[in-house]
């Protein structure tokens, strides 16, 4: 049986019936139209000679930055299969054309909603890329979680390499002596020094792996949070800090995450390799600290633009020290001081002033 996949037309809307009971659902069905006719809903339909099999929407403003950030991320709404269709493989045909849609209309991620209790979609979210958690809780309705893909293909392929290595075993945390002080190469003591750390302080690290950092830092602070893009690397992390009362961990994206709350010190090291969009990044870190807060900044010597792990290669977009600076300037940082490691540059500033 060939298939196409069609935009609907408004005129068309009726024929979902064929998909789902528009009268049982009558309220939601004329919110949806009205979406659709504001241009805020793309529907598409999947389609059998004609008849109406399947359906799938965009939704690029649902009021929930969760789900929706205008020109980033865009919201996968309402996929639906008539029920005598179902486990028949459209559903995957649906999605993968909405990911393929969204891509081109230019979006990074996609975001949507699943019950917990719904193993079947849930399954096939995942082996499509929706790998990361960014809420996990409960409505009216029930138990529930809301699922990101990042749509890049760096950003797919860093966050598998990241939980590749939780899969092999490769913790840095646990690393024997002489690993552990190579790693110390690109911030060390000196990097830790940096932050002017004291029991009052809140801390947010960007990039927390399994942490390594992290575990020298949050007994330093009165609060930590961690956030990193890799789900494997967060569960690990919560495994190795376990034995800290004040921490928070979260699987996000660091640009794109709505944080609830203010920082003391902001650092990162090793991970601005990984950002492509580093006056944003800086400028969030700005944003994030309260006035005279402290910023500190490790990044690698290395100029390279893929990092070769073997059976991996892992696209990086590197750091100039020179570049970065101007960027702290033009975000409103202070640069107090700039030094170097055996391997890194590593920047302290501090956001001066009441910034009122």
């Known amino acids: 049986m060939t298939y196409k996949i069609v935009p609907l037309n408004p005129k068309d809307y009726a024929k979902c019936n064929n998909i789902w009971d528009m009268q049982k659902n009558a309220e939601q069905a004329k919110k949806w139209l009205d979406e659709i006719r504001l241009g805020n809903r793309i529907v598409f339909i999947y389609t059998e000679n004609g008849k109406f099999i399947g359906e799938g929407a965009l939704v690029f403003d649902n009021g929930d930055r969760d789900y929706t950030i205008p020109g980033r991320r865009v919201y996968l709404s309402r996929m639906i299969v008539k029920q005598e269709r179902r486990n028949q493989g459209i559903g995957s045909i649906i999605l993968d054309f909405l990911i393929e ?135 690990r992390a919560n495994q190795n800090l376990k034995g800290f009362q004040n921490i928070r961990l979260i699987c996000a994206d660091y640009i794109t995450y709505t944080f609830d709350g203010f920082f003391d010190v902001i650092y990162s090291t090793l991970t601005f390799m990984h950002i492509k969009d580093k006056q944003a990044a800086i400028q969030k870190a700005w944003d994030l600290l309260i006035p005279s807060g402290r910023f500190v900044l490790s990044i690698s010597k290395d100029r390279q633009t893929e990092i070769d792990y073997g059976i991996r290669k892992i696209p990086v977009f590197p750091d100039n020290p020179e570049e970065i600076g101007t960027l702290l300037t033009n975000a409103g940082f202070t640069k107090e001081k700039q030094f170097e490691t055996e391997f890194a540059v590593i920047f302290a500033a501090v956001k001066e002033g009441d910034c009122l």
């Open 101 to 235: 849609k969204a891509r081109l209309l230019g979006f990074a991620e996609m975001a949507l909603g699943v019950d917990k209790a719904n193993t079947t979609a849930r399954h096939l979210y995942k082996k499509k890329g929706f790998n990361t958690v960014i809420f996990d809780g409960a409505d009216e309705y029930g138990e529930y979680v809301k699922l990101l893909k990042h749509l890049d293909d760096t950003t797919e392929t860093v966050i598998h390499h990241y939980n590749a290595l939780i899969d092999e075993n490769n913790d840095p945390v646990h690393d024997p002596e002489p690993l552990q002080k190579h790693m110390n190469k690109w911030d060390g003591n000196v990097f830790i020094e940096a932050m002017q750390l004291t029991a009052n302080k809140s801390v947010l690290e960007v990039g927390v792996g399994t942490g390594r950092l992290a575990l020298r830092v949050c007994g330093k602070c009165e609060s930590f949070t961690g956030i990193d893009i890799s789900q494997k690397t967060i569960e």
